[in-house]
């Protein structure tokens, strides 16, 4: 089992900085990425910004140029950097981790879920 744990999520007003992490344990053995989801209230969710092996890196349009995605290896770690909230980012943000194994089969993990708020 992979366990995903977030944290950095609160209350910020607009035109203010995030910072989230989610850090990655248990039986790791071959992240192919790492990524970011989002939930309004009434909405699906959606995708905010993912990092595939390798580097490369894929943002929802809603958020380029204000959010930054990037990872620590070593750590098994994602972050999200986020600049310049909207109210419109106000959401639970989900942490996902996907691995494929050496048959082909694709896992998928997620972490609870951390609250943003943005305030107008």
């Known amino acids: 089992q992979v366990q995903l744990v977030e944290s950095g999520g609160g209350l910020v007003q607009a035109g203010g900085s995030l910072r989230l992490s989610c850090a990655a344990s248990?039986?790791?053995?071959?992240?192919?990425?790492m990524g970011w989801y989002r939930q309004a209230p009434g909405k699906q969710r959606e995708l905010v910004a993912i990092?595939?092996?390798?580097?490369?890196?894929n943002y929802a349009d809603s958020v380029k140029g204000r959010f930054t995605i990037s990872r620590d290896n070593a750590k098994n770690t994602v972050y999200l950097q986020m600049n310049s909230l909207k109210p419109e980012d106000t959401a639970v943000y989900y942490c996902?981790?996907?691995?494929?194994?050496?048959?082909?089969?694709?896992?998928?993990?997620w972490g609870r879920g951390t609250q943003v708020t943005v305030s107008s």
């Open positions: 996902n981790t996907r691995m494929i194994t050496v048959v082909g089969e694709v896992l998928d993990y």
């Open positions: 248990g039986s790791i053995f071959s992240i192919n990425s």
């Open positions: 990092i595939i092996s390798g580097g490369r890196t």
